[in-house]
């Protein structure tokens, strides 16, 4: 997905939590699979870049995501 709501300018901030999982960040817009195992951080502009997660198998997961929306700076 586009974060259609976020600032263009700003970075997002995505942490990954939780135990025994073995997760995907993906980036389709520039053909890239990051690790997203728990403690991975991701900083994106999530408006600019498509993004998702792919599914896991195993485990709890739990993402703390912090943004800006760009209506703030309006």
């Given amino acids: 997905h586009r974060d259609g709501g976020g600032s263009p300018s700003l970075f997002d901030l995505l942490v990954s939590l939780g135990r025994n999982h073995h997760a ?30 792919c599914p896991w198998l195993n ?11 760009d209506a703030v700076h309006d």
């Fill in 24 to 53: 995907t960040f993906a980036l389709p817009d520039v053909q890239a699979e990051l690790d997203y195992s728990p403690g991975a951080m991701v900083y994106i502009s999530g408006r600019v870049l498509e993004n998702s997660v």
């Fill in 59 to 69: 485990g709890e997961r739990l993402v703390i995501a912090h943004f800006m929306k």
